[in-house]
């Protein structure tokens, strides 16, 4: 008689579940050690081929600065040529791609082109198109030519961040020529691509269309007490001197595997657990997503000395950019209110290394308050996720496909909004389809608003003593130590310490490169084919989850504890009387005291220039000027646009002949006149209808008009918009 296992033992249920947990432990090591194996030796290939962006789109390039014969730049501009998506499940290049899926809605002429800019942050370029739902592929699903500003590993000799800024001008100089029956460029930025669009912008703003930000740092001295740790290292390490003799102990280059370092260890449980246990937890499935992910993660890229230490000392640490006085290494001053496009904003509450207040405090900071906005014609638009963390704005397929996928979407109808401040709400609405099942609407937004995300500038003050540290100690450090360090270093000494960098190492010990892998190569397929896997009710695999949660909630108290002795032994040095009195601040003088008076003052002068240059202009224009400040009356009555009363509002205008020679620009800029002389004083706008609109036939269109917009979509007017709605019906009778 055959007795099984379960037969043997009073504990025969266990004794199969500790058998098929350890099998299947033993098979899940293997298949993880090979994943790892994979990732160096993907690592090395990526090496070997020059590090390419890791876009899985087709591209020609179009321009390499690296040719250009004044200030080379080790950038180049792209031109996405490949408009259908892959097969599902494939990665790679799109050559893999299906010819029997659908493509991507054709390129069209009068379309605006779509630039997107990637991060320059240590890893190479690439995760804007990374898979198909990205932002190249939201851009392409909506029928914009797209092109992409891509960097090389290595600078140019002395390359400077003027020389990128003035290459990158080159490149819109391109795209505007090859379309010139299309507006302006919309430029995406994603995190430290987003610092370098908003220069780009503001330095030519004749050139760059809207401006989409995303998790992208531009006031850097922001945050919250207790919850936003990052911005305390560089004072903690006593400024720019640090990035200086970085930069020469590599031989006069800083090596970007130095702040990929700085991210790791913003999140200690995700580097050195979490992220490789969800592999090896779930390595039948992870493998390929974090190949992918860990193709461009382990890309470490290069800077110039001049480079790093503009934009640490320039922008990190010195604030120079919200300050007005940024200067770039050819003597350009960068001032953020040059924008001549909207600017939209999307951050994050769940990002800790762009949080919302470094990415919208700038606002508050350049422009003061909403009527400055208005004066100068600006329109911000802003944007805030929950949950998602920083990479996952610009990564995450779910991102993509809403958040994303609606701000280029709507990239024309923003540019037609009331100039003001406005929070972008995305609503799911399947009974909608042709809205791609989601509401998009622009609710007007106070400065209280931004503030409310914030407790208070106060705490910024110690970063102005830190400003002043940094010069101290950078200039001593240049002066008496930087000659010595450069005496002892050479290109062998720098590559020695480049390949000994603890990120390259754990890539290139464990691939192919290392006979020991030898046996895990050997093992993997056989385990792969005689894989058996275990549920998750297994008793030994929940604790295993649960050992695991452990380690990780022990390494976020690490961290925990590790913050808060940062941010507790910065503003013990940096708010210290005897530091602040020795190391006076860059920021607290007495001229920077009656400065800042003077511009309140100054500033409330020009407003109310402003006010009466739109009040004695509101008597000025005829019929299109009159049918656009009803429209324009209607859609801002309830402080909400809506993006089905802008589609409504468009439809109707097509259809007039007094808009068909018009310029995209002077179109846009008779929206933003019409709209700005309603905010300055809506009852004499309204009631100088009468002299814009003369003849009953105008009259009437204009109210027929104003009825439509107001039930676009098939809503029902609101009290407000019939209340106004009447009232010129009256005047225009």
């Known amino acids: ?237 006593g400024g720019v001197w640090m990035n200086s003799l970085l930069s020469d102990l590599s031989d006069g280059k800083f090596d970007g595997a130095n702040l990929v370092m700085n991210m790791e260890m913003l999140n200690p449980a995700n580097t050195n657990w979490k992220k490789l246990y969800n592999v090896y937890a779930n390595v039948d499935t992870e493998e390929e997503r974090f190949l992918d992910f860990e193709k461009w993660w382990g890309g470490f890229f290069w800077m110039t000395k001049a480079e790093i230490h503009k934009i640490v000392d320039g922008l990190f640490i010195g604030n120079h950019l919200v300050k007005g006085d ?109 809205l791609n099942d989601y509401e998009v609407k622009f609710e007007e937004r106070t400065i209280a608003d931004l503030m409310a995300l914030d407790d208070g500038f106060g705490d910024e003050d110690a970063f102005g003593h830190v400003a002043a540290l940094s010069e101290i100690n950078d200039s001593f450090y240049n002066a008496f130590i930087s000659p010595f360090v450069k005496a002892v270093t050479n290109r062998n000494s720098a590559l020695a310490l480049k390949l000994l960098h603890p990120l390259r190492v754990q890539r290139y010990v464990v691939s192919d490169v290392n006979p020991f892998m030898i046996p895990v190569a050997t093992l993997a397929p056989y385990v792969k084919e005689n894989r058996g896997e275990i549920g998750d009710q297994n008793r030994f695999r929940l604790i295993e989850k649960d050992i695991s949660d452990l380690i990780e909630e022990s390494w976020n108290l690490y961290r925990d504890l590790r913050d808060m002795r940062d941010e507790a032994l910065f503003k013990a040095i940096y708010t210290n009387p005897l530091v602040t009195l020795m190391i006076p601040s860059k920021t607290q003088t007495a001229t920077d005291a009656v400065d800042g008076v003077l511009a309140v003052a100054s500033r409330k002068d020009d407003l109310k220039k402003d006010k009466k240059k739109w009040g004695q202009a509101m008597e000025d224009g005829g019929y299109a000027d009159g049918l656009i400040r009803v429209l324009a009356a209607v859609i801002a009555i309830d402080k909400t646009i809506e993006e089905i009363e802008i589609k409504e509002a468009g439809q109707i205008i097509r259809t007039r002949p007094e808009f068909r020679d018009m310029t995209i620009e002077q179109f846009r800029a008779l929206v933003a006149a019409q709209f700005r002389m309603i905010q300055v004083d809506s009852k004499k706008a309204l009631a100088a209808l009468p002299k814009l609109l003369k003849t009953p036939e105008e009259r009437a269109e204009a109210i027929k008009f104003a009825h439509q917009v107001a039930a676009a979509g098939g809503k029902t007017p609101g009290k407000q918009e019939k209340e106004l709605i009447a009232k010129i019906e009256a005047m225009l009778k």
């Open 1 to 237: 008689m055959n007795v099984g296992l379960d037969g043997l033992i009073p504990f025969s249920g266990i004794a199969k579940e500790a058998y098929d947990y350890f099998l299947d432990s033993a098979q899940r090591s293997i298949l993880f050690m090979d994943a790892l194996r994979k990732r160096g030796n993907t690592y090395i290939q990526h090496l070997d081929e020059q590090q390419p962006p890791v876009l899985v789109f087709k591209y020609e390039i179009l321009m390499d600065a690296r040719t250009f014969e004044k200030n080379p730049a080790n950038y180049a501009l792209a031109k996405i040529i490949d408009r259908r998506a892959p097969k599902p499940g494939q990665k790679g290049t799109s050559e893999r791609r299906s010819d029997t899926v659908d493509d991507y809605q054709p390129e069209s002429p009068t379309k605006r082109p779509i630039v997107i800019i990637d991060p320059r942050a240590g890893h190479g370029p690439g995760i804007g198109g990374s898979k198909q739902d990205s932002e190249i592929g939201m851009a392409l699903s909506h029928g914009h030519p797209v092109y992409f500003i891509f960097f090389y590993t290595n600078p140019m000799p002395n390359q400077t961040l003027a020389d990128v800024k003035n290459a990158e001008v080159k490149f819109l100089e391109e795209i505007r020529r090859r379309h010139p029956a299309a507006p302006a460029p919309a430029i995406m930025g994603n995190c430290q691509g987003g610092w370098a669009s908003a220069l780009l912008a503001a330095s030519r703003p004749d050139l760059a269309g809207p401006l989409v930000l995303n998790g992208s740092p531009l006031s850097y001295w922001s945050g919250v007490d207790g919850k936003n740790p990052m911005r305390y290292k560089g004072g903690l390490l």
């Open 326 to 434: 940024f200067t770039l290494d050819d003597g350009e001053v960068i001032n953020l209110k040059n924008f001549g496009h909207p600017v939209v904003v999307f951050a994050s509450e769940g990002d800790n290394i762009t949080p919302p207040q470094q990415a919208l405090n700038w606002i508050v900071q350049v422009y003061g308050t909403v009527d400055e906005i208005k004066r100068n014609q600006q329109v911000i638009v802003y944007i805030i996720h929950p949950k998602i963390g920083h990479l996952g704005i610009f990564v995450a397929s779910s991102i993509a496909k809403k958040e994303q996928s609606e701000i280029i979407g709507s990239v024309e109808m923003i540019n037609y909004l009331a100039p003001g401040l406005y929070e972008m709400i995305i609503e799911h609405d399947p009974s909608k389809p042709w």
